[in-house]
């Protein structure tokens, strides 16, 4: 896929480790993606040029189909994760995407339940965002793992759609302050809790290999899930 230049126009921090990265296509062509797909960044870093694909963190504006959001989590030594924290809007670099088929094509109307740790909340945004905009909303919950407050991405937008019922959000900490009135521990152990007794959502995981691998564990083993009713992307 030929390789496309943006430019980076906001850059704002959703938590201690993860900045939120707002890109413009110079070419001012939409970028034609569907919600859960992902994108490679070619870095230029310590003189040598990098790969790294990052999940599409929400939908383009309606009036500017060529910008994408990516939620990015600095790596500690990593040359491409700092580069890009440290970037400010002007920053320019080259694209390749979309890619993947960690989508909800053809599940549109389908109830859905996102699961999701860190930085692998961004392609579930996308999905959710999606689904808001449809003309009737099938059922939505979000079970979100992350280790403190600090760390909820997207914390504002999360309470807004649990507090006028577009989706039930459940967040759990695995390193809770003390202040803490919500869940606490992994993902994991929240599945069963969370899908319930009623009828069963499709699931969507995204997040690193144990968890994801844990979370299909619990769903097959535990509750019975068809394998097809379970879509996971990892990112490790």
């Known amino acids: 896929m030929a390789k496309r230049e943006v430019e980076l126009v906001d850059a704002s921090p959703l938590s201690p480790s993860v900045v ?25 870093a310590a003189g040598a040029e990098h790969r790294r694909a990052y999940s599409i963190a929400g939908l383009s504006p309606p009036d500017r189909p060529d910008l994408f959001d990516l939620a990015v989590t600095h790596v500690e030594g990593g040359v491409v994760s700092s580069t890009l924290h440290a970037a400010s809007p002007g920053y320019r670099c080259l694209m390749d995407g979309p890619h993947g088929l960690f989508t909800r094509t053809g599940l549109l109307e389908q109830p859905a339940l996102f699961i999701g740790t860190g930085s692998g909340l961004a392609p579930l945004r996308a999905m959710l965002h999606e689904a808001l905009g449809l003309p009737t909303r099938p059922r939505l919950e979000v079970l979100f793992g992350c280790r403190t407050q600090a760390d909820i991405l997207w914390r504002d937008e999360l309470e807004a759609m649990a507090a006028d019922g577009a989706a039930s959000v459940y967040v759990t900490l695995s390193r809770p302050d003390a202040d803490w009135q919500g869940m ?18 499709h699931v969507f995981i995204c997040g690193l290999s144990p968890m994801v691998k844990g979370v299909r564990a619990t769903l097959k083993r535990d509750l019975g899930y068809d394998r097809k009713r379970i879509h996971s992307e990892r990112f490790d």
């Open 20 to 44: 939120g990265l707002r890109f413009r296509c110079l070419d001012g062509a939409p970028l034609a993606f569907t919600a859960g797909q992902w994108v490679n960044l070619h870095v230029s």
């Open 184 to 201: 606490r521990g992994y993902v994991q152990e929240h599945v069963a809790a969370v899908v319930g007794t009623g009828p069963r959502p």
